[in-house]
């Protein structure tokens, strides 16, 4: 492996956001494709964020739909844990209703139902599937505008990252609660 590489798999990542447990890159892998990356941040609690990751993976290796992406790794390099999804992410909800509110742009009734249709169906594809540990429907966890990803072309996806990851402080308590 090249030694220039982040996390050994990794060229030119670029952070997306930086949450309390963890932070959110876009990055290709070595071959050139596009990945998108959850590492646990450094405050994190390593076991913690062990245990939440394979929850993630879990979750991302039994549901198939277009708005949930496929799960390329679940791994540790450099002391570090980390996801990796096979998408191409250039931003996050809160970067998107930050640019529409910047430019005073609405999205079309049209465009916000086709949207909106999209999530409901991907959340439809997990909930179809059992959790062989609970025998309930597959959860895939908070719908959060800090959940939702997005490409430049305008593709989205729906992340499953369970625990209310992004949301939460380390322990697991919401943040600002």
């Known amino acids: 492996m090249n030694a220039d590489l982040w996390l050994?798999?990794?060229?030119?990542?670029r952070l997306i956001r930086r949450h309390v447990a963890v932070e959110l890159l876009a990055a290709r892998d070595a071959s050139g494709q596009a990945?998108?990356?959850?590492?646990?941040?450094k405050q994190a609690d390593r076991e913690r964020t062990k245990?939440?990751?394979?929850?993630?993976a879990r979750v991302h290796e039994r549901v198939q739909h277009p708005r949930i992406p496929r799960l390329v790794e679940r791994s540790a390099a450099d002391d570090v844990e980390f996801l990796s999804f096979d998408c191409d992410v250039a931003a996050d909800g809160p970067h998107v209703l930050e640019?529409?509110?910047?430019?005073?742009?609405?999205?079309?009734?049209?465009?916000?139902?086709?949207?909106?249709?999209?999530?409901?169906?991907?959340?439809?594809?997990?909930?179809?599937?059992?959790?062989?540990?609970?025998?309930r429907p597959t959860c895939i966890g908070r719908i959060a505008?800090?959940?939702?990803?997005?490409?430049?072309?305008?593709?989205?996806?729906?992340?499953?990252?369970?625990?209310?990851?992004?949301?939460?402080?380390?322990t697991g308590v919401l943040s600002g609660a």
């Open 35 to 41: 990945r998108f990356v959850v590492t646990g941040s």
């Open 8 to 13: 050994r798999r990794f060229q030119a990542p």
């Open 99 to 135: 640019r529409f509110a910047a430019t005073g742009q609405r999205l079309p009734y049209e465009a916000a139902d086709a949207f909106i249709y999209g999530l409901r169906e991907a959340l439809e594809a997990a909930h179809s599937v059992a959790d062989p540990q609970t025998g």
């Open 51 to 56: 245990r939440r990751f394979d929850e993630v």
């Open 145 to 170: 505008y800090e959940n939702l990803m997005f490409a430049t072309d305008g593709r989205y996806w729906l992340f499953g990252l369970g625990h209310n990851l992004v949301v939460a402080r380390d």
